[in-house]
């Protein structure tokens, strides 16, 4: 598998496993296969409810733990720099490993919730995991739902710079301004959802390019964040999809192509905006 490199020259392999909505042992069976496939790239988080069976999925499958590569998020109810802290220290109880290779801001304090004090809260939050960070236990640190304001206010006390912005990408949702600024601060921008919830599978558009390059639609949508070097993290409990989904770089899409689905109209967005998001 190719790798992305983060800004502190850590490598990321390019295509992760996502687990959001697989909560509890539904997770068990897709890690499984997603493993056997050759998959090394893990995405998980506290609020989905299946570190613990992911903890079991990695433990029993006896792959070397320095050839994964782990991601978990702290959740909103757990802000705050003691908080933090408290819950990193119960993720990596759950995964039963004794570090992270990227630990993230699930969403930020918002200004619409916290509207006097939402960057106080994302630095105290962020203060936390950079002393992780420093203490080794994780390789990587980033955030994830954030918008330029919310990295502006960030970065202007980080004494660590993210590593990673993991947000809601897909063709019909692509956030090209938010892209640009995370490429110009050497921020890798990862895509949930990078299938648009399943929604994007029946655009005409995907339907025709992936006859023209005889792929999956699911292939198109994953070569696309590829092809303007963003990472996807495709979910899926099929053993043909999560294969072919690992299979995605085996082809190119023209400028031409890529050009078409930028210019999507919006489609199969979730409608979660993190400036204005209430849980």
């Known amino acids: 598998m190719n790798h992305f490199t983060l800004n502190n020259n850590v490598q990321i392999p390019s ?12 997770v068990i069976e897709p890690v499984k296969i997603a493993l056997e496939k050759g998959y090394t790239h893990i995405d998980t988080a506290a609020i989905y409810k299946n570190e613990k069976e992911i903890g079991e999925v990695l433990k029993a499958s006896n792959v070397d733990r320095s050839k994964l590569f782990i991601t978990s998020k702290c959740w ?17 109880k759950d995964l039963q490993t004794d570090y992270l290779d990227l630990y993230l801001i699930h969403w930020p304090a918002n200004e619409t919730q916290f509207p006097e004090n939402w960057a106080e809260i994302n630095a105290d939050t962020w203060r936390a995991i950079e002393e992780i960070y420093k203490s080794g236990r994780v390789k990587s640190i980033g955030v994830s739902n954030f918008n330029i304001n919310h990295l502006e206010a960030l970065l202007k006390t980080a004494e660590v710079k993210p590593m990673v912005n993991q947000i809601e990408l897909h063709p019909g949702h692509s956030q090209p301004e938010l892209v640009a600024f995370c490429k110009e601060n050497d921020i890798l921008v990862q895509a949930w959802s990078p299938l ?9 558009l995907i339907i025709k390019l992936a006859e023209k390059y005889n792929v999956s639609v699911g292939q198109v949508c994953i070569n ?20 072919g989904n690992l299979d995605s770089e085996s082809f190119t899409l023209s400028a031409e192509d890529i050009k078409a689905i930028d210019d999507l109209p919006t489609e199969g967005f979730s409608g979660l905006n993190p400036s204005k998001v209430d849980f």
């Not at 648009?196 to 005409?204: D, K, M, P």
């Open 15 to 26: 295509i992760g496993f996502g687990t959001w909505l697989l909560d509890g042992d539904k």
């Open 76 to 92: 909103n109810t757990e802000r705050g720099y003691e908080k933090t802290l408290a819950a990193f220290d119960q993720t990596l």
């Open 196 to 204: 648009g919830s399943g929604r994007i599978l029946e655009n005409e």
């Open 224 to 243: 696309y964040c590829l092809s303007k070097g963003i990472l996807p993290l495709p979910r899926s409990s099929s053993e043909k999809n999560i294969e």
